[in-house]
């Protein structure tokens, strides 16, 4: 597949898509009806489907009987942790090898033309990206998304919250399911700017944006505090009416998903002619620039507080600009 036929490359080989980025066309004036019945497939396929097969399989053969988790007990606690492990083992291993060891499809669609494992650099441990984000992606990411996991299933096994059936509440359930994707991602836009403030940013989030150049293993490599942030999105179950297989989908919205906007191509070539787009441009721009696209652009958060980078020069310059405007209220400010 010839990457040209829907973007440009540099000079220094990096890719970008030929096309503005735009906006989903929820929550716009006057509405667009036929726009948002285009788009709607993209928010379901691949991505999203596949997360609720994973909830799925994991509720119904993968999670331990009810009576098992109203006890704390090491036992089940390490076994989730040891599922989780395997998924992401799965997940992001089959990516980084397809795309990162065996480079099956070169710099096609590689948004950055570099490679990571060739960028040495200090602020990395051992000066290699991919061998930090491992260590901080099993030492803290994991713990900490099944120390989440095991909690809301604790608090469901023993009546603790507003848990209900399919049965009970088949309308609610559906529709809390199918929201669920664009709530993760203004959870995500929330706490995103919160450790950007410059104190936060500093001692938190500075180590995921030291993978400037994201690979999969990028993708849950973040301070411990930002991991307790991260995956504090699935506290909602325990505060509007849900069920289990919604935790577990909400989970994989957040840690599976996570490679989805790190995985560095635009899409995955499955064929001569057809691939899997992943829509991790929005993201990638974010890592490259810091300060825009703070969400991916299901919720319009970022185009209606200012922050919105569609990838252009028009993009850079309404970028320049606000860092322009941002520099001289600085300097305006008297010294304390």
């Not at 919250?161 to 509440?169: D, E, I, L, S, V």
């Not at 989970?251 to 070539?269: E, N, P, S, W, Y």
Request: aromatic share 16%.
């Amino acid at each position: 597949m010839d990457d040209l036929r829907f973007g440009t490359r540099n000079k220094r080989g990096d890719w970008a898509p030929k096309d503005p980025l735009e906006t989903a066309p929820l929550l716009v004036l006057p509405p667009r009806p036929l726009k948002f019945l285009k788009w709607l497939p993209g928010y379901f396929l691949p991505w999203n489907v596949a997360f609720m097969a994973i909830a799925i399989v994991y509720w119904l053969w993968l999670t331990p009987s009810t009576e098992t988790m109203k006890t704390l007990s090491a036992g089940w606690i390490i076994y989730l942790l040891l599922r989780n492990t395997a998924a992401v083992l799965l997940f992001y291993g089959v990516l980084e090898i397809r795309l990162y060891v065996q480079r099956k499809q070169g710099t096609s669609f590689k948004f950055n033309g570099k490679w990571p494992s060739e960028n040495r650099s200090s602020v990395f441990m051992f000066k290699s990206q991919n061998i930090d984000n491992i260590i901080r992606t099993f030492a803290t990411g994991l713990p900490i998304w099944t120390a989440y996991e095991v909690f809301g299933l604790w608090c469901y096994a023993n009546g603790w919250g507003p848990w209900t059936t399919f049965a009970a509440h088949p309308i609610w359930l559906v529709a809390f399911g199918l929201v669920l994707p664009i709530y993760h991602e203004v959870h995500f836009y929330c706490i995103h700017r919160l450790i950007h403030v410059p104190i936060l940013y500093k001692w938190v989030h500075s180590v995921h944006h030291n993978s400037v150049n994201p690979s999969p293993w990028s993708s849950l490599s973040m301070h411990p505090v930002e991991h307790l942030l991260y995956w504090s999105d699935s506290l909602i179950h325990l505060i509007l009416p849900s069920h289990p297989l919604l935790l577990l989908y909400n989970l994989q919205i957040t840690g599976i998903g996570a490679v989805v906007g790190h995985v560095g191509f635009d899409k995955i070539v499955a064929g001569e002619d057809t691939a899997v787009e992943t829509h991790a441009f929005a993201h990638y721009l974010h890592h490259k620039y810091f300060e825009v696209n703070y969400g991916d652009g299901t919720v319009p958060l970022d185009r209606w507080f200012g922050t919105w980078h569609d990838g252009t020069k028009a993009g850079d310059a309404l970028m320049d600009a606000r860092f322009q405007q941002k520099q001289a209220k600085m300097n305006a400010t008297p010294p304390v």
